[in-house]
Structures are given as structure tokens and as C-alpha cells.
């Protein structure tokens, strides 16, 4: 198989590595949001196959670098129970994908994750334990919104950022809630051959951009304070509330 570096030099290509750096960037400082960033570019370029599974394997392979260095600060108390209900509340998201309406039911949770931002934004916090039970319901909430509305995120975001576990701990959940949520989904996708042997060699030119992008975006977060991380994670919030609100 020879690497195809003509038609890798393009101007979409170029388009497609800005776009990965930014959204690299963003991954690195704030732990989620690069998938929010590439995908509605990379769906005009590739088309809506290509673009999930190019996406999801460009998040995979970050992170496996991201976890190892953030293992050790992982809330895995918290995020365990919250994985396992997430995979078995896929079924309840799918019947409430069948039976509400899609369009409603997406703009009424943007709009909720939307007050969850500006919450998040004037600071308020919940310094009470997290419990099981509640780990349990935003797990079960974030799979159903998963299968039913692609929101899944939000709500485990709204969660860790507003619990009393510190940043770096929130940050490293997230970061390995994306790493968990995807392997499954992206080794299903290569395997069905949603990638090509191009779009595979594409998505291996991104790669180095993409990583080096998430290193600067580390570097960014151990450089600044608590207060800028969580304006930060906020303001993205809020921007993929009205994003999708409007979409």
C-alpha cells in the first residue's frame, strides 16, 4: 500500500490539520470538547461515516498517551459505576430516541445544559459527597442522552466540574470517560471497514498534529489556575448548548 502523499497535500488537508490542532489544543486543556470541534468540519470534508470514526480513532490514540500520565488521579470511584450504567442505559436512550421527538427533546436538553453552564460560570459548587446513588443516575442519565440525543457528555461534565473533586481529578475523568466511551464504538468502525486504506493514512497524517496539539493544550492547564480552567470548561459548555440548540 503506498502512502497517497499527493492527494494528502491539499488545501483540505491544510484545513484538516488547522482544525485538529485547535481542537487538540482544547482537548489537552480542557479534557473534552476536540470531538465537538473536528466533527462538523471534518462531516462537510469526509462525510458523517468517515468523520466518526476518523475522529474517535484520532481520540483513541491520544489517549492512550493521556492515560497513563493521569491514571493515578482518576476518580475511578466515581467513574466506574457511572461507565457501567452509561452502557446499560444505551437501550432506554434508544426507546426514547423512537418514541420522542428528536428535535424537541435535543433543543430542551441543550437549553438545561445551557443553565448548567452559566451555574458552572458565576461558580456554584456542591461541596456534599458523591454518593453512589447519584453516581448511578447521572451514569444512567448520560447514556440514555447518549443514544437518544449524542449529548451524553454534558451532564458527567456538569457533574465532575461542580463536585467537590479538584480540577486536575475532574480533568483526568473526563479525558478518561472519552477514552473508555470510544474504544468500543471505533473498533467496531475499523472493523466494518468505515475506513479506508486512505482515510486510514489520512487520519495517521493528523495524528502527530492532533498529539502535539493535546501536549501544548497540558501544558496550558499545569500553567494556569483552577478559576481560568473552569471558565474555560464552562464557556465550552455552553458553546456546544447553543451550538446544538441552533444546529
Known sequence: ???????LLTVESLIAVIVAVVAGVTRGFTGFGSSLIMAPVYALMYGPVVTVATVLLLEVAVSVDSFTRIAKI???????????????????GTWILFVADAEILRR???????????????????????????????????????????????????YLLSG??????????MIA???????????????????????????????????????????MFHASGEKTYR?????????????TFFA
Do not use: C, E, K
Not at 471558565?231 to 451550538?243: E, F, I, M, Q, T
Open 164 to 173: 467537590p473533586s479538584t480540577t486536575a481529578a475532574a480533568r483526568a475523568g
Open 74 to 92: 482518576i476518580p475511578w470511584r466515581i467513574m466506574i459505576p457511572m461507565w457501567i450504567m452509561a452502557w446499560l442505559a444505551i437501550p432506554l
Open 177 to 219: 470517560n472519552v477514552f473508555i466511551v470510544s474504544i468500543p464504538t471505533v473498533s467496531y468502525l475499523v472493523l466494518s471497514g468505515a475506513l479506508d486504506s486512505f482515510a486510514l493514512w489520512r487520519t495517521a497524517a493528523l495524528f502527530p498534529f492532533f498529539l502535539v496539539a493535546t501536549q501544548i493544550g497540558n501544558r
Open 108 to 158: 430542551v436538553i441543550s437549553a438545561i445544559v445551557a443553565g448548567l453552564a452559566v451555574l458552572l460560570m458565576i461558580g456554584w459548587r456542591y461541596h456534599g459527597p458523591q454518593r453512589l446513588i447519584t453516581n448511578l443516575g447521572v451514569g444512567t442519565m448520560s447514556g440514555a442522552l447518549n443514544a437518544s440525543t449524542s449529548l451524553g457528555g454534558p451532564p458527567l461534565i456538569f
Open 231 to 243: 471558565r474555560a470548561s464552562s464557556w465550552l459548555l455552553l458553546v456546544v448548548a447553543v451550538g
Open 1 to 7: 500500500m503506498n502512502f497517497p502523499l499527493d492527494d
